[in-house]
């Protein structure tokens, strides 16, 4: 019903900055668990950055830590995932996903999250 629609990927010299966004329905997105997840090749697809907005936790996978961060825009329909001094490592397919509503998860990340949908992707290239 949810249909995560993610936008913003291209290809970025190492060390530079891009932004993802995230769009679910148009609807605010409140109170939901937001989850940035990524697919390296080769790799399975793992969860770098997610957001409950529940109560304002926020996980980030040690190897965005400190590089990545999650943010929204005045509206609440757009989540982004702002990507700062990127590596050729952070190349893969970008994906968004929508998890639950109003809930309270302490310590939490990404497994903890209740992230069943997510959008088609967006491609991000790290060149060297």
């Known amino acids: 019903q949810l249909q995560p629609v993610e936008s913003g990927g291209g290809v970025v010299q190492s060390g530079g900055s891009l932004r993802l966004s995230c769009v679910v329905n148009?609807?605010?997105?409140?109170?939901?668990?937001i989850g940035w997840f990524r697919q390296a090749p080769g790799k399975e697809r793992e969860g770098i950055a997610c957001?409950?907005?529940?109560?304002?936790?926020?996980y980030y996978e040690e190897s965005v830590d400190g590089r990545f961060r999650i943010s929204r825009d005045a509206s609440k329909t757009t989540v982004y995932l702002q990507m700062n001094d990127v590596k050729p490592n952070d190349t893969g397919v970008y994906y968004c996903?929508?998890?639950?509503?109003?809930?309270?998860?302490?310590?939490?990340?990404?497994?903890?999250?209740?992230?069943?949908?997510w959008g088609q992707g967006t491609q991000v290239t790290v060149s060297s």
């Open positions: 148009g609807i605010s997105l409140d109170r939901y668990e």
């Open positions: 996903s929508i998890g639950g509503s109003g809930n309270v998860i302490i310590p939490w990340n990404c497994q903890r999250g209740e992230f069943r949908s």
């Open positions: 957001k409950n907005y529940g109560d304002g936790s926020v």
